[in-house]
């Protein structure tokens, strides 16, 4: 090890409040010991910590605003339900109820409302969101009417595990459609690959037809090969939208479609 | 020890519920306020947070976790509130110019600095770099908690804080002019809000 090594390591270390999952690590204990014999370091790590200790001071000093205490523990009083009842969830329910009327899987019943053990968000709420991210969407990261293209530069953007039903075939499915390009998105802090497709004469040049898909590992309460399918809702603009989520190994798969589509999974290609 | 009636039971999550609020909220929100750079929302995303530990909470099992429940879950709707406003993650954030190379702060005159300037300090640093430097300043988070929040390697989190911290530096010392030496303290009277 040397200085700049052992400088690195203790970046986020300061010595008058070194806690003990970071002292029981090998390299920082070395570093440390590396620090105690080194004149030169030590007054580093001493500056280093002075200045840590004035930051965290300062910024110790913040105050919330006035009331904010408050505010939080009577608004949990109002809120406070049995686990597992989060507002996004009742919300969308809600919404699916209210909008489309009828939800065409008892999954509320079953799976979804049940399946948030863990600390994790669930397909519902990922829906939701994915649908929100489409209607608000303004621009793509890759705009391609190449399938390949397309498929081909989401690998080498580090995505993982990209829909490989995607192909020429998928855009003459249902209908004659063009691909239009794609984006990552970023949810929970897991990446989401969006794919878009137009269909010729499409209103005002949407795209009316996404493939979105996520590691599997970041929504709880899909089974593998469980599809949950929707009829139609309307979001806030009034554009119509159907929906079908399902879990294939590693991945969930979310189809986007708008207009009335008794099975929105049929509109990708199998086999 | 006899089983507990609902209510019972209920009373007993409020009162540890205002205890988590008490013990954690005022962090959460200086947490939210760096991400956020505004007041109001970071209060909104503060209150936010705790009203889905209020309807979530009982998903977690361990209470020794709850802070970085907390936390995570603050991250989660700020990232997500983002995306509602159209403004998405860009992915190579870390990669972003960096900005010019300015002469660290001084001893002195950073202990001359008050809350606010520091804060706007911090709020300065490119997001990639704040939120691991504001887990590590304002709750002295371990590496390894700031990389479960953040949910990245430990060796992210020490480059980031590195990295951080020497954009920290020349951030104060950009907003230190040299008006602000010890003993000639400027009064700010600028809300933190940006």
């Known amino acids: 090890m040397n200085r700049d090594e052992a400088r690195f390591l203790l970046s986020g270390v300061s010595a008058d409040r070194l806690d003990g999952l970071d002292r029981s690590d090998p390299q920082i204990r070395d570093a440390l010991e590396f620090v105690a014999n080194d004149p030169e370091l030590r007054s580093w790590f001493e500056a280093s910590s002075r200045f840590d200790g004035t930051i965290s001071d300062r910024l110790a000093e913040v105050e919330p605003p006035p009331g904010l205490r408050d505010s939080i523990v009577a608004g949990m009083r109002a809120s406070h339900s049995p686990p597992g009842r989060g507002r996004r969830m009742f919300l969308a329910a809600v919404a699916a109820v209210l909008t489309a009327g009828v939800i065409l899987t008892a999954f509320l019943n079953r799976g979804g409302l049940d399946s948030t053990e863990g600390n994790g968000p669930t397909f519902v709420e990922f829906e939701a969101d994915m649908l929100e991210a489409i209607t608000g969407l303004d621009a793509l990261d890759h705009r391609s009417a190449d399938p390949k293209d397309i498929l081909s530069w989401l690998r080498r953007q ?32 897991y990446r989401v690959s969006l794919i878009c497709l137009r269909r010729g004469g499409n209103r005002k040049g949407m795209p009316d037809l996404h493939f979105l898909t996520i590691p599997a590992e970041a929504i709880q309460g899909l089974a593998p090969d469980e599809l949950i399918a929707h009829l139609p809702g ?11 989520i399902w879990r294939s190994d590693d991945l969930v798969h979310l189809v986007v479609a708008e207009g009335n589509h008794p099975d929105p999974r049929s509109l990708v290609p199998f086999g | 020890m006899a089983p507990k009636t609902p209510s019972e039971s209920m009373k007993l999550n409020s009162s540890l519920l ?6 954690h909220y005022a962090n959460l929100y200086r947490f939210a306020l760096s991400l956020a750079r505004n007041e109001a929302e970071a209060a909104d995303l503060t209150q936010q947070t705790y009203f889905q530990l209020a309807t979530r909470g009982g998903q977690i099992r361990d209470m020794k976790k709850a802070k970085s429940w907390l936390f995570t879950t603050l991250r989660r709707d700020f ?58 300043y304002l709750e002295d988070m371990s590496y390894r908690e700031i990389a479960g929040i953040l949910d990245v390697p430990i060796g ?10 020497q954009e920290l530096r020349g951030r104060l010392s950009d907003t230190m002019s040299g008006d602000c030496r010890p003993g000639n303290v400027v009064s700010l009277s600028r809300s933190a809000a940006g």
């Open chain 2, 18 to 23: 205002e205890s988590l609020v008490d013990e």
């Open chain 1, 158 to 189: 580090g995505i993982e595990g990209t829909p490989e039903f995607v192909s020429a075939e998928t855009a003459n499915v249902d209908g004659e459609r063009n691909f239009v390009g794609c984006k990552i998105l970023d949810w929970e802090g």
């Open chain 2, 156 to 165: 992210t989190v020490m480059s980031r804080i590195s990295r951080g911290k």
């Open chain 1, 234 to 244: 309307r979001d806030a603009s009034f554009r119509q939208w159907s929906t079908a």
């Open chain 2, 79 to 136: 990232l997500r509130l983002r995306r509602q406003t159209g403004r998405f993650l860009s992915i190579d954030d870390e990669s972003a110019p960096e900005p010019a190379a300015a002469e660290a702060v001084e001893e002195d005159t950073l202990r001359a600095a008050d809350a606010t300037l520091v804060m706007e300090a911090l709020m300065e640093v490119r997001e990639v770099f704040r939120e691991s430097l504001a887990l590590f």
